[in-house]
């Protein structure tokens, strides 16, 4: 994209300033002149034709398509599978090509809303770079020579039972295939399939057996649960039903003085974790432990609670022993009411021991539900290994890999690319020709779930229906296309598969077809959440812990953008600051400032050659096992010490344009024990420069964060407005140090405005005025928002160059703040400041107020001078330096919201509360008379927002929940002491600590000493090279 | 020190300073009515189409409804060109064999639809929508004209912004009573209520809300 830019500007040079070389060889002065006024001439004139272009083409349809009318949006139900849960969503189709998803309100891991990868997905089915061919060692060929070659494999391996086949896929979920999978292995007895996921739940499954000597799945409830303690699991991301725990979770902290839930009602989460994550992020207190010491302060708490069981304590620190009596005293006095979650990176002893820690406190059957593990079937790495040796000894004559890439994410220790290879007659069945496709004999390209019919679980099992959008793209066939066109006797499409298979359920043949309409209408199959099933607790049976590793350990964990690594060709989640560490387009080794000091690692900010936004850092060398990577290093304070993390996906060799080469490559180091081991880090003395937005946008350190205690806030729920009479305000606002003064104002004096200070008089906003809340209790930092801002708002991508420039684009950027190991997320879009600073610094008018109170961008009048930009105080406006928007790849064409202009070269953009969904729902009233609804306009970042931290609608409206939101006394606005007035405000965010625990009592309620974390980050990492920090 | 500039050069400074108070305002002026004129705008310029179809025939002389083929007009901001379908409720029973009437029964045929020459063309940074208009009360020929004349279609009106915005500021008087939308030959009589009272009826935004950016350009 860059690249692409920069020619671009190259060429535009050339045509105004032609080369004078090209006039010939002896060029004077006046012979020059003349060419170059002339050239200009002619370029003027060409480009200047006042005429207007031709008008171009209006191709009507030749039959009325039902239903569809031109230019108007519908809606169709579909779902997306990732990491054995579905989430239901509703896609936006304009004439047939989808443009947007959205949750699905009927879907129960949903409610509405959505997480970043579903919001990502519409780019991922438009990607370019997606398979588009049949390919027999790497040279094109038709589906009817690829079916009938395979077929004539599968009929030889008939009189054997199928004993050479094998087939690798992902996990799944779904009925119909679970169905089509036992009908194979009916068949073909001596065939083998193997499920196998990199970032799966094997350990959850493994543990869960342990415990109850049969696999079964958890579901959690945390609208009941008063008390969570997350033993390194990062529940509000990345994790089945992730989207739904963030609801459930949220509405037991939006803590209102009217209606909400009420102080003393408030939930409260502790985490025990290495690597700083999303829930960790968000708990009222947090433990930070090598990744071995998680199982060990595991077994220290079940002891303490009353389970039997070796406590290890040795290996605890003193912080972590003080811990453990307030934890359990504070577990034990909400029996029935607390869950204890272990995160899919330890063993399963330890998952086995948060089942006994679950019912010992009598979680089972109150905030626990278990239910049949619904996955088809769930293998680990044993049996990848055991199939890497079966295909090295040529006992095998066809391999069939379905939607799955384990040339890049075998466990190192698995030579599965050197067994693939002594294969006959391998297929590969993917969306890209990824490392496993080039790895194979036969590739066939995928239909993405967007083009494809299915029937996925949720989290509770409840099944949700797939449907195809639009015609396959660039052909392909699903995994269940594939499955009946070499294994059954007539080749069915996904729709018939998924039909037949819900007909033979359903039953009754008669009413069948409506049943199946509604069904897929809705998107949910009703009454197929799984059942509870009654588990028999077996009694906790120690095993071995996990021995603690000698120095350092390693941590491997899913990207929190990439995932394992099948999104790393998807640019929205490259260039997404990672939530918690900020970081794009790459992944790094991540230590504490501690072990980063004792390594002799440090990082300092990138100021050289236009980079302000970079980081420069010191690049290492991991080894472990004999293996060695090399990783640029990133100091997070929060995170364990004598500990790394790395994220995997990264270091993709075939991903695509976008994906491939990004970052290094961590499961070159990772083994088939999953979760962490030994490392050794070994400086190299080189550096790299990382693209991390955390000291980007800056609003240098003006208090934006306000935050109090629920124990605080019951006491005085008025903590941010000191009642303030006009005179003791004017004393305090001549009280300020006069202008240029570099010393900051006392704290006290920098209290929110009551009286607005303004010449004028005061301007009356009538009518419909919008308005937006943004819950700080509740946002998680989790990003969903700012994916969906770019899906809705046609917002390009820059590329790690121009991110390092602090030039990303997003219009909603979540600030990150954090202050002894206490972390804030703050998003941040712009504010629709009444008085807008931006406003009256435009020379052309581009920035102008509307009249419901927007702080309209008119994106055709700017000229870009940018000086709105310099005087935005929040700094939420963003600007083309470059052509970033892509107006010459057809194929990303059709993702674009035709409602919203696509911005080209030195043109500004913000948010303007999706000003395109406010004036499309006035519309629609005001044509059908229908009144407009609180809530009926939904932004694309609250409607997204798992949490629902965001609340938009009209702040004249009696009664409306924004008017409400705002009514709060922990109701602030940002930098408000500017006198900007913002339309958007936020509540103060609060926690719930507890008093008896280590640093309860010191949590104050006034972090006024707040700073960004870059800016400490740096400024100390600047003076003192070489500590680190 | 000699004298730059020659004595013959008076009169010639003496009359750019005139001439130049006049000439600059008057170029300024000409090159206003100049991107303002109909050479520019493309208006009244009758555009060529496949099948040259005639609203004067079709509207004019057989009476046909407007929205008969602009489908959607009063319910999206596209009004809607007729799928091919449409022509042929018609033209399979009439003129069947017609010459003109040919790419239409091809289209027909092979299922390749009609490719028709847009007439009024928008900015991509416009979004101009019909249902609100016609729904407030303007009419068809307030933009359009009297295509019930036109033998061949043209664009009417210049399309500018500042025409937007004449009636985005003061749009009474380009209202009608609903039931007159659709009536090209309508023309206000004083039996009619005024514009303001229409304006207040169909409760059109004040000109603050019609003149907002947003209220046309996202």
Redesign the interface.
Known sequence: MTELSDNALTLDADAVYPNPRDAGESLDRRHFLAVAGASAALASAAGCS???AS??????????AEGL????ALTFATAMELNGAAIGLLATSREGRPTKLEGNPDHVGSLGSSDLFSQAAILGLYDPDRSKQILHRGAPASWTDARAALRAIVELERKRQGAGIRILSGRSTSPTLATLRRDLLDRFPQARWICCEPCGRDAAWEGSRQAFGEPVHAVHDFSKADVVLSLDCDFLACQPGSVRAQRDFADRRRVRTQGGVTPERMNRLYVVESMLSVAGANADHRLAVKPSTVEAFGRALAAELGIAGAAERGTLTEEALAWLAPLAADLKKQKGHSLVLVGDSHPPSLHALGHAMNHALGNVGATIRFTEWFESAVDGNAALRDLANELASSAVSLVLILDSNPIYTAPADIAFAEALSKVPHSVHLGLYRDETAAACQWHIPEKHFLESWGDVRGHDGTVVLQQPLIEPLYGGRSTIELLTALFEVEERSDREAVRQYWRGQHGDNESFDDWWRDSVQRGTIPDTALPEKKVHWAGWKEGAATPAEPQFEIQFLADPTLFDGRFANNAWLQELPKPVTKLTWDNAAIVSPATAAQLGLSQRPDHHGGHHGGIETDVVELRSNGRTVRAPVLILPGHADGAVTVHLGHGRTRAGSVGTGVGFDAYRLRTAAPGFTGVEIAKTGEWMTLACTQSHHSMEGRDPVQQTTAAEFARDPHFIKPELDKAAEKAAVTALPPVGSTTPPPAAQRERRLFPLSMYPEWSYT?RQWGMAIDLSTCTGCSACVVACQAENNIPVVGKDQVIRSREMHWIRIDRYAKDGRQLFQPVPCQQCENAPCEYVCPVGAT?H???G?N??????CVGTRYCSNNCPYKVRRFNFLAFADFSTEALKPQRNP????RSRGVMEKC?YC??R??GAE?AS??SGSAIADGAIQTACQQACPSQAIRFGDVNERGSVVQKWKSEPHNYSLLGELNTRPRTTYLAAIRNPNPAMPGGQHQTSHLSDLSPLGRGWFASAASKPGEGL | MTQIFPRWFDPLARFAIVGGALLVPAAAIAIGIFYRSSYVTAAHAPTEQTVPFSHAHHVGQLGIDCRYCHTTVESAAFAGIPPTETCMHCHEQIWVGAETLAPVRESWKSGTPLRWQRVHSLPGFVYFNHSIHVAKGVGCAECHGRVDRMPLTWQEKPLTMAWCLECHRDPAEHLRPRGEVFNLAWARTDADSPGKELAERYRVKDSRALTSCSTCHR
Do not use: C, F, K, W
């Not at chain 1, 008008?55 to 009325?64: A, C, K, L, M």
């Not at chain 1, 309209?856 to 009048?861: A, E, L, Q, V």
């Not at chain 1, 409602?899 to 696509?902: W, Y």
């Open positions: 006042p005429r207007p008008h171009g083409e209006i191709v009507p349809y030749v039959r009325d009318s031109p230019g108007a009518g102008v509307s009249h419901d927007l309209d961008m008119t994106y055709n009048r409602e919203v202009t696509v303007t000003v395109q406010i004036r519309i005001e044509v």
